[in-house]
């Protein structure tokens, strides 16, 4: 698993198969169908914030939809619920002001710091998807011709519509709800390449769609090659990506190397009990290997300062050079205990 997000898009397929199981019942939907899907929203909240984007435009969904299935807008106020009761959790732990100051920031950060275009965007997905994007993008006019042959209630009115097309269509819309998010913070979808994972469950989906629809259509030759070129370009990704994979050959050198270096720091000083900060930015990987927080972009005299104010046993401060995006080569490690000679240990 590359980032949280990874296990955020299991959570969004289960949102989306209990939405659909929920738009496929006869009749009003039972209360029990619409457990799940706000069970799944519920919990996607707290495992990546852009569940908080598609939580909220799935809520705009259900509310529109209120006037046909009214059960809708109690799955809406459950949802916001949801999304209020995690923010909650935070704003009590560090308060309300804090957690709006922080979340301002990050998105300052994430949608403002960079200059770039929907052409970096698109460019970053045919990077990561290669030739799926023009089975993508014929699988999109397909289901909008799919679209064009129901009337406004949903009946079909051309006999090639596959039944309960109006509800894949429903659900194939709703996966790419967090596709919004690349609007919104385009440059964050931009600089990283895990990013534009977002859009495999949209993907997946619609190339389903159109194999489906053309088996139900009685073309089923057709449906074998939308298959084999759906295998090939599955081919073709993995190629991509072991030749991708060719330029981080070094890293399994440079994370046995910071590892060793991390462990030497640990056998001088109680990591647990000292101050730790790194004089570059700090993302999961320094943490992950300390096994803690530590405070970026840090200065040796602040950081002092502030590992004396808080009684901590020693000021730790890693020196480092980024290697690969938010990967770090850690150089030396500065031990600074009071009254102590400084130690600086290195590879």
């Known amino acids: 698993m590359y980032w949280n997000q990874s296990l955020e898009e299991p959570l969004l397929i289960a949102q989306l198969l209990a939405m659909f199981n929920v738009l496929r019942a006869d009749g009003e939907p039972r209360r029990k169908l619409l457990v799940a899907p706000c069970a799944m929203s519920f919990l996607s909240g707290f495992v990546e914030w852009t569940s908080f984007v598609v939580n909220a435009l799935f809520v705009v969904y259900l509310l529109c939809a209120r006037r046909v299935r009214p059960e809708f807008g109690r799955h809406a106020l459950a949802t916001a619920l949801a999304g209020a009761l995690i923010v909650a959790h935070f704003a009590l732990s560090l308060g309300m002001l804090d957690v709006a100051k922080v979340m301002l920031a990050r998105i300052k950060v994430r949608s403002f710091q960079d200059l770039v275009s929907s052409t970096d965007l698109f460019r970053g997905y045919a990077t990561s998807f290669g030739a799926f994007m023009p089975l993508a993008l014929a699988g999109g006019f397909i289901a909008f011709a799919a679209l064009q042959a129901l009337d406004p209630t949903g009946s079909q009115r051309a006999p090639a519509a596959a039944p309960g097309v109006r509800m894949a269509l429903v659900v194939l819309a709703l996966s790419a709800v967090p596709l919004a998010e690349h609007v919104l913070l385009m440059p964050h979808a931009v600089k990283y390449s895990f990013d534009p994972l977002k859009f495999a469950v949209p993907l997946g989906l619609c190339l389903a769609f159109v194999w489906t629809s053309l088996r139900a259509a009685g073309r089923r030759s057709l449906a074998a090659v939308w298959l084999l070129i759906a295998v090939a370009a599955a081919w ?54 300390f096994g803690r ?22 000021t730790v401060l890693v020196n480092q050079e980024t290697v690969f995006d938010d990967i770090p080569r850690f150089r030396q490690i500065l031990i600074v205990r009071h009254g102590s000679p400084d130690v600086v240990l290195r590879p």
């Open 236 to 289: 073709q990704n993995v190629q991509a990506y072991h030749g991708d994979n060719a330029q981080f050959s070094d890293w399994s050198a440079i994370n046995v190397r910071n590892r060793a270096l991390v462990a030497q720091a640990a056998a001088r000083v109680d990591l647990r009990c000292a101050l730790l900060g790194s004089d570059g930015p700090v993302r999961g990987y320094t943490e992950i290997a």
């Open 293 to 314: 927080s530590l405070f970026e972009n840090a200065e040796k005299a602040p950081l002092v300062d502030a590992a004396r104010a808080a009684n901590a046993c020693a």
